[in-house]
């Protein structure tokens, strides 16, 4: 009887919640091939609303959040783009992450994550402020209140204070670190708050207040370089994007793109030096370097994550750094990349390879498509360094 009964509950409680979207996992305008593991998992078109990157709101509980069901495993990363509302001067907003119930209220659920965000805007000119490496100086701070509700009753506050920059859109990630959330925003981190309650307690995000979100995606894992990547069968072509997450130190780095079948070489190769402030494009074909191309500005910053996006054309390719252009490439071999490697200092967080919308999907989605490899091994990029 007693186990009828909790039969009875679980389906009440989950009809209840019908209605809420699930999460996104990529940002992509159709489908995408997404790193799980040791391989790329293909991902379906995103669900959050017909209109690219525009989440939507919901109606519960006399609410009207941003609202998505989920689970938040370690080394996951929630991507989340909001433009602020907040009027001239000052305003809040909130985002919670949850279980048990979408919102927060009287005694039930739990919220893991409870981030109360409030921005104020620099009246005075801030003397003696510093400013980033990109040049940028604050115009305005950004304070939060992070803490864990749990049976009805709020834990101890942990409270931060730090800069805003441009006018009013913010960018940030939480990503789930081995024993704690580790929160950004403009690339730095902000605030780091220890697990008080497990991640398995989660199945809800939302967010509420005086923000319009833009973009909110959850994925990714962590990696570090040395890292091959062997892409989905036919490669990158013109019409992909790949997109990547990644956290550089204070060291060099660098990606290069090779042909696992056709002894072609390096067939594009971008180093970052950070003692030179340089950024530098080229290839390898056969035994000869080519030309170099030096990117239009240097917009790494050690410890800062960025977010890179690789545009595939018919003749080149462009590489965007947190949304603007970085520098423009031309295919020096056949415009198709089988595979890719990364070097030096670099942790990897999200790899994304987006497909070119289509009307109709390859596959249907009750099965899980697995392609490529994702490891250590470095070889084929090593066999075409110089000596």
């Known amino acids: 009887m007693l186990w009828l009964v909790l039969l009875l509950f679980l389906a009440t409680v989950q009809g209840q919640f019908t209605n809420i979207p699930k999460m996104d996992e990529h940002r992509c305008l159709a489908s995408a091939w997404v790193a799980d593991g040791n391989r790329f998992r293909y991902a379906w078109l995103r669900k959050s609303s017909p209109i690219p990157f525009k989440p939507r709101k919901i109606l519960i509980d006399g609410e009207y959040p941003w609202l998505y069901t989920t689970s938040f495993r370690k080394g996951q990363t929630l991507h989340i783009l909001a433009e602020l509302t907040v009027g001239n001067y000052a305003g809040n907003f909130e985002f919670n992450v949850l279980g048990g119930a979408p919102v927060i209220k009287d ?43 749990r049976g009805g009753e709020w834990m101890s506050e942990v409270k931060k204070v730090g800069p805003f920059y441009g006018d009013n859109e913010l960018p940030m990630t939480i990503t789930a670190m081995e024993d704690k959330f580790e929160i950004r925003t403009f690339g730095e981190v902000f605030i780091e708050y220890p697990y008080r309650l497990s991640l398995d307690h989660i199945n809800f995000i939302n967010a509420l207040g005086e923000l319009n979100l833009k973009l909110l995606y959850l994925g990714g894992q962590l990696m570090k370089a040395p890292l091959r990547v062997l892409f989905p069968v036919g490669g990158i072509k013109p019409g992909f994007n790949l997109i990547f997450l990644a956290i550089p130190s204070n060291e060099n780095f660098s990606i290069a793109f090779t042909d696992p079948e056709v002894e072609l070489g390096i067939m594009f190769e971008m180093k970052v030096n950070f003692d030179q402030s340089t950024v530098i494009l080229n290839s390898k074909i056969w035994k000869d370097w080519g030309q170099e191309v030096r990117a239009s500005h240097f917009p790494f910053k050690a410890g800062k994550a960025f977010e890179m996006e690789i545009r595939f054309f018919e003749k080149t390719l462009t590489v965007y750094v947190d ?16 595979e890719m490697s990364f070097y030096g200092s670099l942790e990897i967080r999200t790899l994304t390879i987006c497909e070119p919308p289509r009307s109709v999907s390859r596959y249907t989605e009750d099965i899980k498509i697995y392609t490529g490899e994702i490891s250590n091994r470095v070889w084929s990029y090593q066999r075409w360094k110089d000596p």
């Open 107 to 149: 005694n039930s659920g739990a919220d893991v994550l409870h981030l109360k965000f409030y921005k104020a805007r620099n009246i005075l000119p801030q003397i003696g402020q510093s400013g980033r490496s990109d040049g940028r100086r604050p115009t305005g701070s950004l304070s939060v209140v992070a803490n864990t509700r």
């Open 323 to 338: 949304t603007k252009e970085l520098a423009t490439f031309d295919h020096r071999a056949k415009p198709v990349y089988g």
